[in-house]
């Protein structure tokens, strides 16, 4: 008992003086009484939602092609600061952005929105936002990757080369039971997915794969969706290009045909070829550390670390190089390997301090290895010159080179 | 006799297997009304089955491009704006809009990749002008779809858009588009790439 209140005084004591320091910390304090004008710390902030360490400065910033403002004051592509990146997940306030061309951020009304399934449906059904989270949910962690994440030799850091790629763990109702519940008809082939903002964006998926995978997500890492990835509902279509991901969801039509829609259309390709490598992302992996920009102290011990994924299933295994391809050795996976998610890889190294080049490359469960440029070129019948530029989304192998003073470069530059 | 009775059982069971299989297990949702899937059904496929009643000519369309402040973003020729390249022009004029996937050259028709002419409908009913989405009367779509088609010789100058008309005009990139093959589950993205 004694102990117990002797412990409680302590700790009023210490607040007062802590309360008093801050005080003193203010020029309007007078006589060490704290008064309600002075600038307090926000004491019911610092309760009701956690903010970071003011040491922590990790941020987005926009793609250097499409600035963000744009002409038009809206955002477009922002990218995800992978080099700082630990583990699997994406803060969800670190994650990319990409938006429609067209497209503000809307702030939607759970309350008004509402999700609409119709067309080739034997019952077309409308849902609130409540009524959506009243169905079984799943929880699966996925990543999302936009078709312009693609390394050019100009990029000096991995944030501009990868840096349009983010993994969250998303919750939701599983889209085959909303479509399931609504019946689908026989002869449909394709759903139209459609959002609530400005522009209506809108895309088609072949009916296998919205009966497949796809999630109707309300939560991400945790929380609500955050407004710029969709709130309050948007489609996960695991593996499939950004684009296909609709946010603010509001209707899903179940069509008979590809309906080559506002999001679809600026993607369309004449090689068939392209058109697969374009809808489907990876297998890819990149290395974060060490990534350009930054710098090894010196020679020693370190871990090479990055992400891997692959949009057509969970990641077998990563190889790493260190001395620019010649050698190959298997990085260890430090987080699960979830289909469709990133997972985290490492490899403990012991750098000579000889100047050297370090890559990564993956395969996923399917067999499929991450190619490198020269051979994304040889299969397009391509040069491998500075010209040559990968068809679909780019998942070829980017080679960091580490010169003799520990600083790391772009080694496509 | 017997194989034929069996049939039958093996058909009723399948019926009823059927409509297990697609009667609402939840219960969770309510119907909309016709009225309601009327209203926000923007949808425009291919087929051009869903374009409302209406008209439009590239005259009048011409008119709208101005008065609908297309202009501002778009240019006054339907290039050299901020905003995507609507019309071929000479080449001279460098859009300052980054040229978008596929990007052809400086003098990019983003509207023109489009393999069919109510996909241009679809998107400037849901998506144009800017700040004032969806406010566009069909008329008024049907004769800026015009306006844009003519001036880029895709349709005479005095060609009618509507319902029946514009489903059946063949834009300049429709034999130039491969979809991307048939989706399977864990097939790979494309066999044999590398």
């Given at each position: 008992m004694e102990a117990k209140s002797s412990g409680r005084r302590k700790f009023l004591k210490t607040s007062a003086a802590l309360i008093g320091a801050a005080a003193a910390g203010v020029k309007t304090a007078g006589e060490g009484s704290p008064t309600h004008d002075m600038d307090m710390p926000d004491l019911e902030a610092l309760i009701a939602y956690g903010q970071r360490s003011p040491f922590v400065n990790s941020k987005r910033i926009s793609v250097m092609e499409r600035m963000s403002p744009d002409e038009f004051g809206m955002t477009f592509h922002v990218l995800s600061p992978i080099q700082d990146s630990v583990g699997m997940i994406t803060p969800s306030s670190l994650h990319y952005i990409s938006t429609h061309r067209g497209s503000y951020v809307p702030n939607i009304d759970p309350k008004e929105h509402r999700l609409l399934i119709h067309g080739m449906v034997d019952r077309p059904l409308i849902f609130t936002v409540d009524e959506i989270k009243r169905f079984p949910f799943v929880t699966r962690a996925h990543f999302l990757e936009c078709l312009g994440n693609r390394a050019k030799a100009?990029?000096?850091?991995v944030q501009e080369t990868h840096g349009l790629t983010s993994c969250s763990e998303w919750t939701g109702v599983p889209l085959s039971t909303l479509l399931k519940e609504a019946g689908v008809q026989t002869g449909a082939a394709f759903i139209v997915a459609e959002g609530a903002e400005s522009v209506k964006g809108a895309t088609s998926i072949p009916i296998e794969k919205a009966l497949d995978d796809c999630l109707v997500a309300y939560g991400q890492n945790g929380e609500a969706l955050r407004p710029q990835q969709g709130f309050p509902i948007r489609l996960l279509v695991p593996g499939f290009e950004g684009m296909h991901n609709v946010k603010y969801l509001r209707r899903i039509k179940v069509v008979?045909?590809?309906?080559?829609t506002y999001n679809d259309y600026g993607h369309i390709v004449p090689d068939a070829r392209v058109a697969a490598l374009t809808r489907i992302i990876g297998p890819k992996s990149v290395i974060t550390?060490?990534?350009?920009e930054q710098k090894l102290p010196g020679p020693g011990f370190y871990e090479i670390t990055g992400l891997a994924w692959s949009g057509a299933g969970a990641i077998r295994n990563v190889e790493i190089t260190t001395d620019g391809g010649q050698t190959w050795k298997l990085a260890e996976l430090r987080t699960p390997s979830y289909p469709m998610a990133h997972t985290r890889f490492a490899f403990p190294w012991t750098w000579d301090g000889k100047e050297c080049v370090i890559m990564s490359r993956c395969t996923d469960e399917l067999g499929t290895r991450q190619p490198t440029r020269a051979e994304s070129a040889k299969f397009f019948d391509?040069?491998?010159?500075?010209?040559f530029r990968a068809p679909g989304a780019d998942n070829t192998v980017l080679p960091w080179r580490i010169a003799a003073d520990g600083s790391v470069h772009n080694g496509m530059a | 006799m017997a194989w034929r009775k069996l049939l039958l059982l093996v058909a009723v069971l399948s019926l009823a297997q059927l409509a297990k299989a697609q009667s609402p297990k939840y219960g969770v949702g309510r119907t909309p009304t016709a009225e309601e899937v009327r209203a926000w059904d923007i949808s425009i496929g291919p087929d051009g089955k869903e374009l409302p009643p209406g008209q439009g000519t590239a005259a009048v369309g011409a008119k709208l491009f101005r008065e609908k402040q297309c202009v501002v973003c778009h240019g006054g020729t339907g290039s050299g704006g901020p905003a995507p390249t609507l019309i071929k022009s000479d080449g001279k004029k460098k859009p300052m809009y980054p040229c978008l996937a596929p990007c052809v050259d400086d003098s990019n028709v983003m509207a023109l990749h489009a393999q069919y002419a109510t996909t241009m409908w679809d998107y400037i009913n849901r998506a144009m002008p800017l700040n004032k989405e969806g406010t566009l009367k069909p008329d008024e779509v049907y004769s800026l779809v015009a306006f844009i088609l003519f001036k880029n010789g895709v349709i005479a100058e005095d060609q009618v858009m509507n319902a029946q008309t514009l489903p059946k005009v063949k834009m300049p990139n429709h034999d130039h588009v491969a979809p991307a093959p048939e989706w399977k589950h864990a097939a790979p993205r494309l066999a044999g790439y590398p």
């Open positions: 100009t990029h000096k850091t008979e045909k590809d309906y080559m550390f060490p990534s350009g391509k040069p491998d010159d500075s010209n | -």
